[in-house]
């Protein structure tokens, strides 16, 4: 059942998504080679209860961390340890914020030191990508305009769509309905409605399109080709004219 939020609703998604927002600039901090995996995330869930909220991802379905951290063929959903971030380094970084029961969610992609062009066209093109699709947000549009800006873009650009993973409702759960597609055709789908919620995420790879889990465990799941995938989220409201980023500023 897809969710319209209340004021009193929307306003706690803001807060949750301040403090989403802050915390993903806290990190950005302290991304430099030499600094694990496993310190970044201790960082992360100090300055989110510092802020009266808790992560999202913490236990959520069994997940023992309180961010996901994915590098370079690492499409989401990767377990911080004790692995160190090195120079040329795809670093997506990817959790939620809950406050008083309402959920945030939203990924950024970093490249550690130097990169080729080939790497930071990717992590800017997936970033733009997002951008693209928030385009096309507005109350009467529908799901599919989203998802048809995302890989038209993305396909312009030489870049490859990740199809089983897609963007969600978010509110009291960390994921609702609707999905939200990073592929699709134009007027299909769900049609948006003002105060619905939604994260749209692209998880564009540079290689193709094809994905697999890891043999080490049921959560990261990596480019099966080896090639290095960028991921950008925010989450959103819908408006009547356009939408506005909860997880931004």
Not at 7 to 30: C, F, Q, S, V
Not at 97 to 111: E, F, M
Request: aromatic letters at 6%; a negative charge; one cysteine or more.
């Amino acid at each position: 059942m897809i969710s319209i939020k209340s004021p009193r609703e929307i306003e706690l998604m803001k807060h949750a998504g301040h403090i989403n927002y802050l915390t993903h600039e806290e990190l950005k901090k302290h991304l430099k080679p030499g600094i694990t995996t496993a310190e970044l995330d201790k960082i992360a869930y100090a300055f989110i209860t510092k802020n009266d909220c808790t992560p999202s991802c913490l236990n959520y379905e069994g997940f023992p961390k309180s961010i996901c951290i994915s590098i370079n063929d690492e499409v989401v959903h990767g377990i911080p340890g004790k692995r160190k971030l090195k120079n040329h380094d795809v670093v997506s970084i990817d959790f939620g914020v809950k406050y008083k029961g309402y959920h945030s969610d939203a990924a950024r992609t970093y490249i550690i030191g130097n990169a080729s062009q080939e790497i930071e066209d990717l992590v800017k093109n997936t970033e733009e990508a997002l951008y693209q699709g928030l385009s096309k947000i507005k109350a009467g549009a529908k799901i599919g305009d989203i998802s048809h800006a995302i890989e038209t873009y993305a396909h312009n650009h030489g870049l490859s769509v990740v199809e089983e993973l897609v963007g969600h409702g978010v509110g009291t759960n960390l994921h609702e309905e609707p999905d939200v597609p990073n592929y699709g055709a134009e007027n299909k789908g769900i049609i948006l409605k003002e105060g619905m919620t939604i994260a749209v995420e692209p998880m564009l790879n540079l290689g193709r399109k094809e994905i697999c889990y890891t043999d080490q465990d049921d959560w990261v799941i990596v480019t099966e080709d080896g090639y290095p995938s960028a991921h950008f989220e925010h989450t959103v409201l819908v408006t009547k004219d356009g939408y506005v980023i909860l997880t931004g500023e």
